[in-house]
């Protein structure tokens, strides 16, 4: 098993949003190491779900990855702000995976506890902020889970 940390701005797509659909396909995201990230995920993999640019951005929950990495359909379509003129079908360009809700911590852990955090302050996270797929050790993971669950 793996361990990721996945980003998305509460006002487009929040942890509630999650839980309430119950899954989603994680589409949209174009950059090219986020992209080869969500190529690398198992079904089962554990993921961080991160509220970016709120006050205070952190960490929220957890998510489950339940299917693999698929071309992100959004690349194909004109009208979408996401679309991409040189993917094709047969050469996609973009993929995106489907996560599962499965938590909401008690407390939001954030971006600054993280960076104050001796235990994470390797994280990749804090190494690659703009990221908004990166992995996360399985230390790193449980640390932030104890946190949450305070």
Known sequence: MKYWLMK?????FSIDHL??????????????????????????????????????????GIAEVSQLAQPDKLQ???????????????????????????STFKQLISLDQIKHDPKLKNMELLRQGRLSVSPVTKAEFEHICKLGQK
């Open 8 to 12: 998305s701005e509460p006002d487009v």
């Open 19 to 60: 839980k309430k659909d119950k899954t989603t396909w994680w589409t949209g995201v174009r950059n090219y190491t986020a992209r080869n990230h969500m190529q690398a995920m198992e079904i089962g993999d554990q993921v961080l779900f991160y509220h970016s640019n709120a006050e205070p951005s952190g960490v929220i």
């Open 76 to 102: 194909f379509d004109k009208k979408s702000e996401y679309y991409a003129e040189k993917a094709t079908k047969e050469k996609p360009m973009w993929f995106c995976t489907e996560i599962k809700y499965h």
